[in-house]
C-alpha cells in the first residue's frame, strides 16, 4: 500500500511501502562519506538512485528473510543523501535486528508504526501487522493510508466487519482509495461479497 498519502493509490499498499521516491532537494550525505555509483561530474542525482538501488536490493532480502543480509543494505541506504529512503532504512534496520534478536530499537511515530505494519503485512504476519496499524492509526486518525492499510489487515485476519469499516473510512477520506482497493489482492477475496462489493462497487446498484 507501501509512498502517496492523500493521492491516488493505484499502485496497492506495496508501492507505498518499496518504491519512496527520491526527492529533487536533495542534499549530500550528512556522513561526509563519499557514495558509490556517483556519477564523474559529482551529480547528486545519481548518488539517490544508487540509495534507491541498494534500498530496493535490501527489500527483497528482507521479504525473502535474510535478515542478515537485508541489514547490511539498510545500513548503507541509510548513509544515502534521500532522508525518506534513510529514514525507512533505519526502521528496516530496527526489524532485522528484532528477526535477529538484538536490541531492538523502539516504535515511536505513527509513520513508523505504519511502515512497520505494512512491512509485517508483505512478510504476511497479519496479527503483528494489525496491532501496529492499529497503534498507528490511534495516532494519527487522520491518516488516510493508515485506515487502508488497517483495512488490509483485518482482512488477512478474518474480522471482515472491522475491516469494511476501515476501508470505508479510508474511501470517504480519499475517494481514490475505492479504485486502489479494487486492484488490491488483500481484497480480491471480498470485492463481490456483501457488503464489500456496494463499497466498491457502487454502481452495480444501477444494473
Not at 527483497?60 to 541506504?77: G, I, S, T, Y
Not at 548513509?79 to 534478536?101: F, N, T, V
Not at 474511501?171 to 463499497?199: C, G
Request: aromatic fraction near 6%; glycine fraction near 4%.
Amino acid at each position: 500500500m507501501p509512498e502517496k498519502k492523500n493521492a491516488a493509490a493505484s499502485s496497492g499498499r506495496d508501492s507505498r511501502m518499496n518504491k519512496p521516491q527520491a526527492s529533487n532537494s536533495s542534499k549530500a550525505s550528512e556522513t561526509g562519506r563519499p557514495q558509490s555509483g556517483t556519477s564523474a561530474s559529482g551529480a547528486p542525482m545519481s548518488n539517490a538512485q544508487t540509495q534507491m538501488a541498494g534500498f530496493e536490493a535490501a527489500m527483497k532480502q528482507f521479504h525473502a528473510r535474510n535478515f542478515k543480509p537485508a541489514r547490511e543494505l539498510f545500513e548503507v541506504a541509510a548513509r544515502g543523501p534521500e532522508r525518506d529512503i534513510a529514514q525507512r532504512s533505519k526502521l528496516h534496520m530496527a526489524m532485522c535486528d528484532r528477526r535477529l534478536q538484538q536490541d531492538p530499537v523502539p516504535l515511536g511515530s505513527a509513520e513508523e508504526y505504519y511502515t512497520y505494519g505494512v512491512a509485517m503485512l508483505n512478510a504476511r504476519k497479519p496479527a503483528e501487522a494489525r496491532s501496529s496499524l492499529e497503534k498507528a492509526v490511534s495516532m494519527d486518525p487522520a491518516a488516510e493510508h493508515m485506515h487502508y492499510a488497517l483495512a488490509g489487515a483485518l482482512a488477512q485476519t478474518g474480522d471482515l466487519n472491522a475491516a469494511y469499516e476501515s476501508l470505508k473510512r479510508a474511501i470517504e477520506m480519499d475517494p481514490r482509495n475505492k479504485l486502489a482497493a479494487r486492484q488490491d489482492a488483500d481484497f480480491a477475496s471480498l470485492a463481490n461479497q456483501p457488503p464489500f462489493d456496494a463499497l466498491l462497487y457502487p454502481e452495480k446498484k444501477s444494473w
